[in-house]
């Protein structure tokens, strides 16, 4: 069963500070991953797609990492602003005739001043 | 281009009626997929329409039902409305089937009281 994981299921950071989120999956057989970012009561917005070739990829101060090998990727997030406060969700397709999303349960970020 | 719009936001109905919510994709696309967003759950996917048809359905009872017009515009229903039913209704639009290009609309806020 394809399975999307994510750690930790929340956390509080001080405004300025680095955080990394957790993406493990089983999702097979793979065809890329999202991160979106979502804010309370407001749909997900894309933030990264990474594909099988793919190692790294930023947004701004937004940084994924995806190792297809382990199947895991991270979500790094710099010099956090008040803003970044939401819930970061992976989502992870697979090619089965049509592309299939699985998602992971997300975590909530809440960047204090 | 105007985004994924969603009618209504909010929406509060009692036990047993029914409710019907709807998605104007962005203009131009023409797969619009349904989803279900709890605390509890996460996202939960409900299902998919293409060109009118029903391409892919989640596991949810028969209460959830769904239609898409040839403007591409989608209505989703569910009847006999039970407590649990309360959730955030998110509805996502694609150019094709391929689900990779997926925008989200702001939601439907719906309490079951």
């Known amino acids: 069963k394809n399975q999307v994981e994510q750690s930790p299921q929340s956390l509080i950071i001080l405004e300025g500070k680095n955080c990394t989120l957790q993406?493990?999956?089983?999702?097979?057989?793979?065809?890329?991953l999202r991160w979106y970012k979502q804010d309370t009561g407001r749909g997900p917005v894309s933030l990264t797609i990474?594909?099988?070739?793919?190692n790294t990829k930023s947004n701004g101060r937004y940084t994924a990492t995806l190792d297809a090998d382990t199947k895991q990727s991270s979500l790094h997030i710099t010099a956090s602003q008040l803003s970044d406060s939401a819930s970061y969700i992976c989502?992870?397709?697979?090619?089965?005739?049509?592309?299939?999303?699985?998602f992971g349960a997300g975590t909530t970020v809440t960047v204090r001043a | 281009k105007a985004g994924v719009t969603q009618t209504p936001r909010y929406l509060i109905k009692t036990r047993g009626q029914q409710v019907t919510l709807s998605c104007s994709p962005i203009?131009?696309?023409?797969?619009v997929s349904w989803y279900q967003q709890t605390p509890g759950q996460g996202l939960q996917f409900l299902f998919e329409?293409?060109?009118?048809?029903?391409?892919n359905k989640g596991n949810f009872p028969g209460r959830f039902s769904g239609r898409q017009f040839s403007n591409s515009r989608s209505e989703m229903n569910v009847s006999t409305l039970e407590l649990g039913d309360s959730a955030l209704y998110l509805c996502a639009s694609s150019p094709s089937r391929d689900v990779d290009e997926q925008y989200f609309g702001p939601g439907t806020r719906l309490t079951v009281t």
């Open positions: 329409y293409f060109s009118e048809t029903q391409r």
């Open positions: 989502v992870v397709s697979a090619k089965v005739g049509g592309d299939k999303l699985s």
């Open positions: 990474m594909t099988f070739s793919e």
């Open positions: 993406c493990n999956y089983t999702v097979s057989p793979f065809s890329n």
């Open positions: 203009s131009g696309h023409r797969s």
